[in-house]
């Protein structure tokens, strides 16, 4: 019996083996490269490697199955998101702790007071658009996941030291908080605000400046308007590799109204090409949330403002960084704006950014130049 068995065993075996062989040639059928590719440099072979790798059918099996297990058992992904309650995900850079997160944070913060002050000796004004983490704005749906110290409290803070070394600074926490009863105001699945959380967003910038700066140039008149409606899967989707054997178990895509602002009068714009003045009062920089047109926050920035902008804001590269270039810029230099909205969200407050393609004398004496403000953004780290 026992022999049977075995045999049995080794039969089904070897068929399963065969199976998947033949089920991999199909990346061979299908291999071709250039012909310059040389076979003496190994080129060859790595190509061949490399799609033999991409398209072998086991390692997808493999992938999708233990990221079932890791999400049906565990409640968990990958590196880079927390799964939180009701289909909700969030960025684990929301919770996790950051090694020397302290010392980053007292470093940004003198970093900012040196970006104000670099702009203040130019006549620019800055305002800082603190944006909170989701985690902070929906509580409720992230389950047992729990920040670090570090983080509890950081909005606060972050906009407390900003006030007081004389940072305009809106509290846009409240705003969004407000705003979550007519609707979602972050995506559900992804990292960054929606439509709607950019819009209000906007408007309480543009509330805010208009009491406190007399912005140059006649008012114009700008048009939001729906554009269309589609199913989204945000970003942090992508650390759920259920796809495509279990794509039915994910979360539910997004419902993203996607929205374009105009000037009034004029066709449609999908760029910022189409607003371009001679004499552009404001500047925005920042991240992804100002970027992506999905979101349209510089198209609602303009409208609230009624003014046209230039923006900045760069994907992938945190606020800092483009702040940075921003300064060193001949656009600076040549033409300052009035006004630099710097939108910034909270989680990047503790973390390290590189800048190493700055002269690092430079980069040491912005966040030297913040003069007292260094010693706020010193008691806000302990």
Known sequence: MNRTLNLLYIVLFCGLLLALSLWSMRSILGFSVAKETSVLDGKLALAFEKRYDEEFPVKQLGTNLWALMDYKLFGEGRQGVVIGQDGWLYSDEEFDPVADGARHVRDNLALIGGVRDELARRNVELVLAIVPSKSRLYPEHVGEATPTALRQDLYQRFRGVARKAGIIA?????????????????????????????????????????????????????????????????????????????????????????????????????????FAENDVPVVLVGTSYSANDRWNFAGALRQSLQRDLVNHAEDGNGPILPMLKYLRSDELKDAPPQLVIWEFPERYLPMLSDLSEFDPEWVASLRKGAGSDERLASRSGN
Request: proline content about 7%; charged content about 25%.
């Open 170 to 274: 809106p509290d846009l926490l409240a705003t969004l908080e407000e705003a979550k009863n007519q609707g979602q105001v972050f995506l559900r699945t992804d990292t960054h605000w929606s439509p709607l959380g950019a819009e209000v967003v906007a408007g309480r910038l543009g509330q805010v400046v208009g009491k406190t700066i007399d912005l140059r140039g006649t008012p114009q008149q700008y048009v939001t308007e729906v554009v269309g409606n589609e199913d989204y899967k945000g970003d942090l989707t992508r650390f759920l590799p259920l796809d495509p054997l279990f794509e039915n178990l994910m979360p539910a895509p997004d419902q993203l109204q996607k929205r374009a602002t105009r000037s009034e009068g004029e066709e449609a714009a999908g760029d910022d090409a189409l």
